[in-house]
């Protein structure tokens, strides 16, 4: 399929991709490792900031750049529509139209048969969606979808599946959703044209069907990509059912391999999926919400909107790193709290500094994360982390006690 790959004892590498499993933690499944892609290396495990459309909301790629980022999202199907194939080939990828130097990771395309599900109508052949631009028709096969990332260049492009919402009803139609997800992914890496300087992921689907998702962990390993990702996740399931899929997969997957579980951004989401042996994320979340006027804090999440900031004239947060927090925390002139208050709702200066801080806060919980599971203390930084966010035990998540419980850490102790 590919060109021959060389394993050590902690190390797996193919021809545009090296992952160094660098430690594990003693109590959980929770790894940290190293990735090295066409563009630069990685640690793991780690948060992606999504640039939908070739650029991140409210940031441009230097500011990115400072938040410590090193490997974002672009989607295949809104590049392709806009600004179209064409223009990414006489440019020289998406790299060079945006500006980033570091890596970027393509969704296939496939996610907007659930979010333009009523543009988009799928059958074995592919996708055929009617543009949110203008309505015209386009239709997405999986050799289409393979040759827009090839000219898109990103460093990890994924297989483009059959998604299916984890709620639907209809078992036979999500069944069909899996397998036909093997089959694209045999046509996706028949039409790859750059496997020496791309990486293909496979994505396990199978909804909340546990045998199902196992059925498709085992055919798609069998088809030997480079990384491994969970899909179809985070489409309004239970956080129990979510993290029994999680789990279920990531006791399949090998060891050296990196594993991404897709459209996951809240931080306890992220903090738990690690323990259950998850190492990529990625979610429009942190910059959705800091458009809305509202902080992501180790304390929760605040909405700076509310009056209670007017004439608050501490940072964003207290200790932040971040550039709009840092100069504040540091004595210094910068961002306040009231400085936000009063714009975030009318000018977009407000959602600016909060998208700076709420992808400074992300990249940095996952940076906390891989230090504590490296210096083997992870259990107790979980038990901070969930003291942090929770006045009192008994508020903490049951889902998230529950699948903790399961990896040997009792945050009711």
Known sequence: MQAAR??????????????????????????????????????????????TQASLKGLTPEQLEETGCRLCLNNTYHLGLKP???????????????????????????????????LATVTEEGVRFLSPHDGSPMLLTPEHSMSLQNSIGSDIMMQLDDVLVTTSPDKARMRLAMERSVRWLDRCIAAHKKPESQN???????????????????????????????????????????CRVVETCTAMLPDLKPRYVMGIGFPEDLVVSVALGA????????????RFGAAIT??????????????D?????????????????????????????????????????????????????????????IEDRFPGYIRRFFGDL???????????????????VDLTI
């Not at 499993?21 to 992606?48: D, E, Y």
Request: charged fraction near 20%; aromatic fraction near 8%; glycine fraction near 10%.
């Open 84 to 118: 179209g194939q064409e223009v990414l080939d006489a440019v020289g990828g998406a790299h060079k139209f945006q500006g980033w130097n570091h890596n970027i990771l393509t969704d296939s395309g496939g996610f907007q048969m659930v979010s333009l599900l009523k």
């Open 6 to 51: 060389r394993m050590a004892s902690n190390i797996y590498q193919a021809p545009a991709l090296t992952f160094e499993l660098i430690s594990k933690c003693s109590t959980t499944r929770a790894r940290a490792s190293n990735l090295t892609l066409p563009h630069g290396p990685v640690q793991l495990p780690m948060f992606m900031p999504v640039a």
């Open 279 to 290: 190492d990529m994320f990625d979610c429009v979340w942190p910059t959705r919400t800091a």
């Open 390 to 408: 929770y006045a009192d035990k008994k508020d903490y998540p049951t889902w998230a006690v529950e699948a903790l419980k399961r990896v040997n």
């Open 313 to 373: 004239f501490g940072p964003i947060e207290e200790g932040c790193g971040c550039a709009s927090c840092r100069p504040v925390s540091e004595g210094g002139m910068g961002i306040t709290r009231a400085f936000v208050h009063h714009n975030s709702a009318k000018e977009t200066v407000g959602a600016h500094v909060l998208t700076i801080h709420n992808v400074w806060y992300q990249l940095n919980l996952m940076r906390e994360v891989r230090e504590a599971i």
């Open 298 to 311: 180790r304390k929760g999440v605040f909405s700076m909107r509310n009056a209670q900031f007017a004439s």
């Open 200 to 242: 293909l992921f496979c994505i396990i689907q199978g909804g909340l069907d546990l045998d199902m998702r196992r059925e498709c962990c085992r055919e798609m390993l069998a088809r030997d990509t480079p990384g491994i990702a969970i899909g179809g996740l985070s489409g309004g399931e239970a956080k129990d059912d979510f």
